[in-house]
């Protein structure tokens, strides 16, 4: 855990004197710690134009390659732009543990067998795309572990939770028998389109911006049907990774934690707080065994 945190921390420029309780590590139940800090970084202005991590492009649309200089193992990571947005906690333990990550994530395209809604760019092609990744993945025998996340508010074509289940269910079911581990990353919580501007305002008033900013639980989470798909795939070694209590507590979810900013937008990472979720992450597989 402290050599991944340490990874965490020189992911970014200006996070080596990062506090004891820095980004979701201040929401560690297994190790408690209070944040005082009411500094956010990165500020929300510096979040909308902060890329992801740079990779280098694989030779499938769509895909591309991070992780150990020197890998004894290589993991996939599918699904779509909620997929790419655990990038850096990837990154983190990759690092760690020797990783190389070969990421197939298409904005818009959910690891599933269900199209998404025509409004949704590349609609058409989401099903072939994901055949093509399970065609790779049978031609790529070695990758054994795969982690899958979604947009589970995605406008899909055929409407309705079970429909969705049922296209992850379907996809999963598809994948070369060389995968024998299938972790499914709960998708993360969002935030109102006024967020930043709440948390600009706290910012000048000196109010610690996390829980003048909240946002209901209620709201910020739904039914992720990945998750529900990965359970009912248990035989087939599905497990469910939720980092929810990161985010939030019973009632609330939170936008900044432990002095991290938590979303670029409405609903993807920071990858800032997206590297300080990669040992909790670890932590997950350890205790799956």
Not at 168 to 183: G, K, T
């Amino acid at each position: 855990m402290i050599a991944a945190l340490a990874a965490t921390l020189t992911l970014f420029a200006g996070a080596a004197d990062a506090p004891k309780c820095y980004g979701a590590a201040a929401r560690d139940t297994e190790k408690p710690c209070v944040s005082t800090t009411k500094r956010v970084t990165p500020t929300p202005d510096q979040a909308a134009i902060t890329p992801n991590v740079a990779c280098v492009r694989g030779d499938l649309a769509d895909s591309c390659t991070y992780g150990s200089a020197e890998p004894v193992a290589t993991v996939a990571l599918l699904g779509d732009s909620h997929a790419a947005h655990w990038r850096a906690a990837l990154q983190v333990l990759a690092q760690q543990r020797r990783w190389r990550v070969v990421e197939f994530a298409r904005p818009h395209c959910p690891f599933s067998f269900s199209e998404p809604a025509p409004t949704e760019a590349g609609a058409s092609d989401c099903v072939a795309f994901n055949q093509r990744v399970i065609e790779w993945l049978a031609a790529n025998p070695s990758v054994a572990t795969v982690f899958v996340s979604n947009n589970s508010r995605l406008p899909m074509a055929q409407r309705g939770i079970s429909a969705r289940v049922r296209g992850h269910l379907a996809a999963f079911a598809a994948l070369p028998e060389s995968v024998q581990r299938i972790f499914a990353l709960r998708d993360t919580p969002t935030v109102r389109v006024t967020t930043p501007d709440c948390i600009r305002k706290a910012l000048a008033a000196r109010v610690a911006p996390g829980g003048a900013c909240s946002i209901p639980r209620r709201r910020a989470l739904v039914v992720d049907a990945t998750t529900i798909a990965a359970e009912r795939m248990s035989y087939r070694g599905g497990r469910v990774i939720d980092l929810s209590s990161f985010f939030c507590d019973r009632r609330e979810c939170f936008p900044v934690v432990g002095g991290v900013l938590v979303h670029k937008d409405q609903d993807h990472l920071t990858q800032r707080f997206s590297a300080t979720l990669g040992p909790y992450i670890g932590r997950a597989l350890d205790q799956a065994g």
